[in-house]
């Protein structure tokens, strides 16, 4: 059972920065970041493989970087300068799986426990 430990987010303002990370507890193939926002179904934010390879949903595409570190079995999200919006607001789930995540699909093996991402205007 991989374990997913995330930290980061928090309240902040529009415009303002973005960094989440997540922690897993052994090296896995997949690794991302879900967003539910409220009233609104989950949501794949953005995916990165082992071999770097990455996938963005339109909604945060040129606006946030989705990057790991496979020393550390560790993902990053981070919003890009001044791009953070209100519509940004929800609970993001670090989530992993030994194969690709995918768009459109709220499927993972792994999840993590949610972190609060409250943008205010």
């Known amino acids: 059972q991989v374990q997913l430990v995330e930290s980061g987010g928090g309240l902040v303002q529009a415009g303002g920065s973005l960094r989440l990370s997540c922690t897993a507890s052994?090296?896995?193939?997949?690794m991302g970041w879900y967003r539910q926002a409220p009233g609104k179904q989950r949501e794949l934010v953005a995916t990165?493989?082992?071999?770097?390879?990455?996938?963005?949903a339109d909604s945060v595409k040129g606006r946030f970087t989705i990057s790991r570190d496979n020393t550390k079995n560790t993902v990053y999200l981070f919003s890009n300068s001044h791009s953070l919006e209100p519509e940004d607001t929800g609970v993001y789930y670090c989530?992993?799986?030994?194969?690709?995540?995918?768009?459109?699909?709220?499927?993972?093996?792994?999840w993590g426990q949610g972190i609060q991402v409250t943008v205010s205007s």
């Open positions: 989530a992993a799986d030994k194969l690709q995540l995918q768009l459109g699909r709220v499927s993972a093996a792994y």
């Open positions: 990165i493989t082992a071999t770097y390879r990455t996938i963005y």
């Open positions: 052994e090296s896995i193939f997949a």
